[in-house]
């Protein structure tokens, strides 16, 4: 998997303009917390087994779910293992019927369809490329759409 940087100055600036962002809290599947304070630039870095906040670094699967404070319908973000859907290119699958909403960084719904049918497609052609998350029947879950 390719290592993927990402400059949280673009993401903050819009998280701050509309959401008011102040930290991110990482939740460990051990029960124990980290709270990283947002800073002007800082940088995010998901690699194969390992995700670093600034200057935290975790294992993957470590993680629990990350915690945003925000204003955002979004406040938690699950971890990928708890996804009820395949992503499979630029196109999301899911097996069950389910209610999806589709946030970009700064907090606007993108995508709204309350009633996925079971076997059905979502496409993401229509988004840019860019990292959004996945509000499945009230469950959160990031994406990358390259």
């Known amino acids: 998997m390719k290592k993927l940087l990402?400059?949280?100055?673009?993401?903050?600036?819009?998280?701050f303009a509309s959401a008011q962002v102040r930290s991110i809290i990482v939740n460990k599947i051990d029960g124990t917390q980290t709270q990283i304070n947002i800073v002007q630039n800082m940088q995010v870095t998901f690699a194969k087994s390992q995700i670093t906040i600034g200057t935290q670094t975790f294992n993957r699967s470590d993680v629990a779910n990350w915690t945003y404070s925000t204003a955002?319908?979004?406040?938690?973000?699950?971890?990928?293992?708890?996804?009820?859907?395949?992503?499979?290119?630029?196109v999301l699958s899911f097996n069950a019927n389910a209610s999806v909403m589709v946030f970009g960084v700064d907090g606007r719904m993108?995508?709204?369809?309350?009633?996925?049918?079971a076997g059905s497609n979502l496409s993401l052609d229509a988004l840019a490329n860019g990292i959004y998350i996945v509000k499945v029947n009230g469950n959160s879950f990031k994406i990358v759409k390259k």
């Open 6 to 15: 990402i400059l949280m100055l673009v993401a903050c600036s819009g998280l």
């Open 72 to 90: 955002s319908a979004v406040s938690t973000v699950k971890s990928d293992a708890q996804k009820p859907f395949k992503q499979i290119g630029n």
């Open 110 to 117: 993108v995508i709204s369809n309350p009633a996925v049918v």
